[in-house]
């Protein structure tokens, strides 16, 4: 059974910063397409992951860009988010995401579109104030 579990969220101050953690279970973070996804108040759950990590690299929406970083840890099977220079507007529920169907190599890619990925985790609350 696969599983992601989001960690590493809170409340900080605009200009701090978190790290978010994804803990997976039961499929290698190298064999699958990693997304970080938010949903922020009001909203539904964004369409394009915010970031996202493959074996052919790592790609970032416009607005989190220069700020944001998305890493990976093959021993410890995990997916990080480090966050900078938070900006309220970053407030939102942030979810893991696995499109266990490519990987970013053997000819395949990774893309941030929602629907490409089949496993999700339960999210993890970022609030940041002004």
């Known amino acids: 059974q696969v599983r992601l579990e989001e960690s590493g969220g809170g409340s900080v101050q605009a200009g701090g910063s978190l790290r978010l953690s994804c803990t997976i279970s039961g499929v290698r973070v190298n064999s699958a397409c990693m997304g970080w996804f938010r949903q922020t108040p009001g909203n539904k759950r964004a369409e394009f992951a915010i970031a996202m990590i493959g074996n052919d690299g790592t790609e970032y929406d416009d607005s989190v860009k220069d700020r944001f970083t998305v890493s990976r840890d093959n021993a410890k099977n995990v997916v990080y988010l480090q966050m900078n220079s938070l900006k309220p507007e970053d407030s939102a529920i942030y979810s893991c995401?696995?499109?266990?169907?490519?990987?970013?190599?053997?000819?395949?890619?990774?893309?941030?579109?929602?629907?490409?990925?089949?496993?999700w985790g339960q999210g993890t609350q970022v609030t940041v104030s002004s």
């Open positions: 995401a696995a499109d266990r169907r490519r990987t970013g190599s053997d000819g395949t890619s990774c893309y941030r579109r929602d629907f490409m990925y089949d496993t």
